[in-house]
């Protein structure tokens, strides 16, 4: 199963400094005042990863912009106050947020050519209306909006040289944009350009982020990771938390996929346990409270780690790995359902995808009553998101599976119950064969029909995998295949629903699910039932 990307980029906008020239009509102490003031609250914002401070440097421009009317200094620190907001909000807030940031930085924008500001005044402004744009196209997947931006930070870096304090920063920005059009190559080449500028320890931590997250587009996890964490040292993740929270992501999203895209199982597992401890890290920053919007996106594919993860363990020989294993999947579902209310439109649709497959892995790797009652509530929780969010697709996927889900699970005959020993467990400590270990632990189970080869592979895949590899052998007397002795024999499913099929006399009176798996066959096989 594969996850909604988690690369989330994360970029600050350009501030005035403080001893910016006032115009004509405002008074330079007062102003200077604002400037201080709001600046203190967003460089807290940004740097301690919290809310309020963003909210209150927003307000202290508007009250600026009222006090001293006119400035487009002051329309480009609401702007990027608003910009650093957004970060904090939930989806639909976050969008408000950016679209009034758009509208800040294009009145900054368009005083400051009115004004006739100086061109390094207007070049900043420019910067930070194409940066909120590629950001607000991004989250609202308009790729036209993003080209938009794309073609303005292209058209500005081509007036910068290397040597320019925005050299960096808009070659960073380019990149993000690039990036978020499929253009990883070219934002590649813009990651590694403003890798070549002048920056900070914490502006070089972001365009490593940003270039590891271009080369994960491109299935270069192996670089990907190593650009992860040749940044996180650069970074304080007091001083810098957000930051850190989002290249932590960054890092267990690309061992996600890496491990998605192995083909050795055991390596698998183990970037698997890598990606679940990374994304646990990047949650103890990008908390719910905190950064909604992230924590969804980090929720979300650590769900998919732990599904992965889960799945790996109870397919695994291991005993000992089963229940741990059920226990990551039930994590996933619960995480699943966590996330959908705080994920934009596409993304909550992938998300209720991901828990329909989440679900269906828990019904075939624990087939018993308790987990189909689990797994019923799940679906009905699922069909009432689905039907208030408009995802008729996924409501009408639930409608199809709900009557399967909600039949009874075969109960087993009284005094019966599921064996808690597994095959491999009994071979290392008694050092038995499948033989005599069905005729002691399954036998009851067998001759009281409760048990054919999908639930058992479902319950002890150890002791599957070993009647399978028996049934390979031959006789070394005949040359024919070894059976298993008659009172061992385990039919097959689709023996059993041959059987349950021949003893109903009218193919209208057979049970949903078992006409469903005749006619599936029937549809395979160009038969008729």
Not at 448 to 458: Q, S
Request: proline share 4%.
């Amino acid at each position: 199963m594969t996850s909604m990307s988690a690369l989330v980029r994360d970029s600050g906008a350009l501030l005035d400094p403080a001893t910016v020239k006032p115009a004509a009509t405002s008074d330079s102490n007062v102003l200077a005042s604002f400037h201080f003031v709001a600046g203190r609250l967003l460089r807290a914002a940004v740097r301690h990863g919290r809310r309020e401070p963003a909210a209150a440097a927003a307000e202290v421009f508007r009250e600026a912009i009222e006090t001293v009317p006119g400035d487009p200094s002051l329309h480009n620190g609401l702007g990027a106050s608003l910009l650093a907001l957004a970060r904090f909000e939930s989806h639909a807030a976050a969008l408000r947020a950016l679209d009034d940031a758009v509208q800040a930085f294009q009145i900054a924008l368009q005083r400051a050519d009115d004004q006739a500001a100086p061109r390094a005044v207007r070049l900043r402004y420019a910067i930070n209306l194409a940066n909120v744009q590629w950001m607000q196209g991004e989250r609202t997947r308009d790729q036209a909006l993003i080209k938009r931006a794309a073609d303005s930070l292209r058209s500005v870096a081509i007036g910068l040289s290397p040597s320019s304090p925005y050299w960096a920063h808009v070659q960073d920005n380019l990149g993000n944009a690039l990036a978020a059009l499929g253009s990883t190559t070219e934002a590649i080449v813009a990651f590694d350009a403003a890798l070549g500028g002048r920056q900070t320890a914490s502006d070089r931590a972001r365009s490593l982020n940003n270039l590891g997250t271009a080369h994960a587009e491109r299935r270069r996890y192996d670089r990907a990771c190593r650009c992860y964490r040749e940044a996180l040292p650069l970074l304080s993740r007091d001083q810098s938390p957000l930051l850190w929270g989002t290249i932590q992501n960054n890092l267990a999203a690309a061992l996600l996929q890496a491990a998605l895209f192995s083909k050795q199982p055991e390596r698998e597992i183990g970037k698997l346990r890598a990606s679940v401890a990374a994304f646990r890290s990047a949650l103890e920053i990008r908390q719910r409270e905190r950064t909604p919007f992230d924590w969804a996106i980090t929720t979300v594919n650590m769900a998919a780690a732990l599904l992965g993860l889960g799945t790996n363990l109870v397919a695994s020989t291991v005993a000992s790995r089963r229940q741990p294993g059920l226990g990551h999947v039930r994590e996933a579902i619960g995480l699943f359902r966590q996330a959908l209310d705080q994920l934009a439109d596409a993304d909550s649709e992938k998300t209720a995808s991901n828990l329909l497959v989440a679900l269906q892995v828990l019904a075939r790797l624990s087939p018993d009553d308790a987990t189909q009652e689990e797994i019923r509530q799940h679906h009905g929780d699922l069909l009432s998101f689905a039907t208030r969010q408009g995802l008729s697709a996924i409501a009408n996927e639930i409608r199809r599976i709900m009557p399967a889900s909600t039949q009874a699970v075969r109960s087993l005959p009284a005094g019966l119950q599921w064996p808690a020993e597994s095959y491999a467990q009994a071979r290392k400590e008694r050092g038995e064969n499948i033989v005599q270990f069905l005729s002691r632990v399954w036998l009851p189970l067998i001759q009281a029909g409760a048990v054919d080869l999908r639930t058992l592979r479902a319950r002890d895949p150890s002791a599957a995998k070993a009647v399978d590899n028996y049934q390979q052998r031959r006789d070394p007397a005949t040359g024919l295949r070894c059976r298993l002795p008659a009172e061992l024999d385990i039919p097959t499913k689709r023996e059993v629903n041959d059987r349950l099929a021949a003893g109903i006399a009218h193919a209208g009176d057979r049970p949903a699910r078992l006409d469903w798996a005749l006619r599936s066959r029937a549809r395979r096989h160009r038969m008729t039932v």
